[in-house]
């Protein structure tokens, strides 16, 4: 089935440094969203990417959408110990139904 | 709102026992899904419903049921339970298809 890449698997920074995980795809996407899961949480949606070469920004979060629609980052700046957690992509191939397919995610750990 | 409402938190088996996971929600969301999450892996796709009365199979459906008898409701059922099901089962919901995803606060199951 389609798969999408997320890469790191895992980061860990000193607070203060900035961070960033990138989700890539083989195919042509219809969208791509972006969720954050706390240690012991649930998956809550951060954005939605929709155009291609979209850069959408959230406070210290930055999340841009490939030209050819095929690739996402997520990255943050000046990281806080309350950016701790998994970041996930979640992409839709355009398919009837609009699953998601979820990446494998990048757990964050910051050191104060 | 409560949002998306998921029973129990926690739960134990025996092999080859069975349960029903409950998920329900208030936000008269017409798509409903079941994820299991395993350490390292993402979300996986086991069932979902895109309306009352309609379901079809994820990525990951073997050894599951599901039904969806109302809008709010949207039972995971485990038949002949196996330590492979081990894993946090988290619901969510959608509007639409390819729209954000509300979720659970998950069921975490172990089988033993």
């Known amino acids: 089935g389609q798969q999408v890449m997320q890469i790191p698997q895992y980061q860990h920074v000193q607070e203060g440094e900035d961070f960033t995980t990138y989700c890539n795809s083989s195919?042509?996407?219809?969208?791509i969203q972006w969720y954050k899961q706390r240690p012991g949480g649930h998956p809550v949606f951060l954005i939605q990417l929709v155009k291609s070469g979209e850069v959408k920004k959230q406070k210290r979060l930055t999340f841009q959408f490939g030209e050819a629609k095929k690739n996402s980052s997520l990255h943050i700046t000046a990281t806080q110990t309350t950016d701790v957690g998994t970041y996930f992509c979640?992409?839709?191939?355009?398919?009837?139904?609009?699953?998601?397919?979820f990446g494998k995610g990048t757990k964050l750990s910051v050191k104060p | 709102n409560a949002g998306v409402t998921q029973t129990p938190k926690f739960r134990i088996l025996k092999i080859g026992q069975s349960m029903t996971l409950q998920c329900t929600q208030d936000?008269?969301?017409?798509?409903m899904y079941w994820y299991r999450q395993d350490p390292g892996m993402g979300l996986k796709l086991i069932y979902y419903s895109v309306g009352a009365g309609i379901t079809d199979k994820g990525e990951v459906p073997n050894g599951y049921n599901v039904s969806r008898s109302t809008t709010e409701d949207f039972p995971l059922r485990l038949e002949l339970a196996a330590p492979s099901q081990t894993s946090v089962y988290f619901c969510?919901?959608?509007?639409?298809?390819?729209?954000?995803?509300?979720f659970g606060s998950g069921t975490q199951l172990s089988v033993l």
């Open positions: 979640a992409v839709d191939y355009g398919g009837s139904q609009g699953n998601l397919i």
């Open positions: 936000m008269n969301h017409n798509y």
């Open positions: 195919t042509t996407l219809s969208n």
């Open positions: 969510a919901s959608s509007y639409q298809g390819g729209e954000k995803l509300f």
